[in-house]
């Protein structure tokens, strides 16, 4: 189904002057057509730490380059994400091989001190993190910082991975993020997100895992998408490991965690599809892992989604798509309601 985004603007036809009858009919119409059209802009678009292969912002990071995991990175077995600094113009959905031309990533907001609706996720609270600020490429000496993630220190952020043609991670989880957080809504939670593009960089993996805790989220899902080699296909669910070292303890979340992560992952293969991971988990498209920041800092529970891999053609196809990506949506959204309302 096509999706028609906020920068859509037909255009107006050409005014003629006609007899003044059908000009006073035209006057008498305009009001309601304008009526009709803020509604439509207002409801067209549905509303889009860091895991492993990513590369830290450097000045010296490129594509292909080998580089320090970021704040919670390591090593894929195949590969590493990129930091592709400067591929964040994100022109892919210009040129038509990053995006949909007729699906433009979504950019509503809900308007600040709306109540959730009524529904069975009503006095629900569920934070999304949306993976990697697009601004991150910028902030290279804030984002590398080494913060305390229990387990050891790592850098703070990083920039996340692209597709071949540019489409960037960053854009990628925003808006996943924002169909997620309409749908969530509608069915009463109240949704609260890490970050909207609505800072310069950051937030770092320490403190994403903090909104969830001073939230009391009842679930945290953090949206991100792989940069694998080609032929790596697939999506996972990486789930808290059991730690307990300095300031972490996942000791009380693994259990919830595990079960939240299950619910997603035979949500998201029914909703688009896609197979689980063909190189992560073992054909179960879950993982568990106790080097992540975002995991292992966290006091309630919490996953992160691997929507699928950035650098593979076949892949890359699906996550271009604002149909699939909506598709993506919906199937996190009904592993997160199906953990809620057990």
């Not at 400067?86 to 990053?98: H, R, T």
């Not at 991150?136 to 952020?157: L, P, Y």
Request: with cysteine; net charge neutral.
């Amino acid at each position: 189904m096509s999706y028609v985004g906020p920068e859509f603007d037909p255009s107006q036809p050409p005014r003629r002057r006609i007899g003044r009858p059908l000009t006073v009919a035209a006057a008498a119409l305009v009001p309601t057509c304008l009526a009709g059209w803020l509604v439509y802009q207002a409801t067209s678009a549905p509303d889009g730490n860091e895991p492993a292969r990513s590369l830290p912002a450097s000045a010296s990071a490129s594509a292909g380059q080998g580089a320090s995991p970021g704040a919670s990175s390591t090593p894929s077995p195949s590969g590493s994400k990129a930091s592709d600094q400067g591929k964040e113009k994100d022109k892919g959905d210009k040129d038509g091989k990053g995006g949909d031309a007729d699906d433009n990533d979504s950019a509503t907001k809900p308007p600040a001190g709306v109540p959730a609706a009524s529904g069975p996720l009503k006095g629900k609270v569920v934070v999304i993190d949306p993976g990697h600020n697009p601004g991150n490429f910028r902030h290279a000496s804030e984002i590398n910082r080494q913060v305390d993630i229990g387990t050891n220190r790592k850098e703070c952020d990083t920039t996340g991975t692209s597709t071949n043609h540019g489409y960037t991670e960053a854009k990628f989880t925003l808006d996943v993020s924002r169909r997620l957080r309409t749908l969530l809504q509608k069915q009463g939670a109240t949704v609260e997100f890490t970050q909207d593009d609505d800072r310069p960089w950051g937030p770092c993996v320490d403190e994403r895992a903090q909104i969830g805790n001073k939230a009391h989220a009842d679930a945290v899902v953090s949206i991100h998408a792989d940069g694998s080699g080609a032929g790596n296909r697939g999506f996972h669910v990486i789930m808290p490991g059991k730690v307990r070292s300095g300031s972490a303890d996942t000791s009380a979340i693994v259990g919830p965690s595990k079960e939240l992560g299950e619910r997603i992952a035979g949500t998201f293969v029914r909703a688009t599809g896609s197979a689980p991971s063909n190189y992560i988990g073992g054909g179960t498209g879950l993982d568990t892992r106790t080097d992540l920041g975002g995991l292992n800092l966290s006091a309630v529970p919490k996953v992160f989604i691997e929507c699928g891999n950035m650098r593979d053609a076949k892949d890359e196809a699906l996550l271009t798509s604002g149909t699939w990506r909506q598709k993506a949506a919906q199937g996190i959204s009904e592993g997160i309601t199906g953990f809620l309302r057990k």
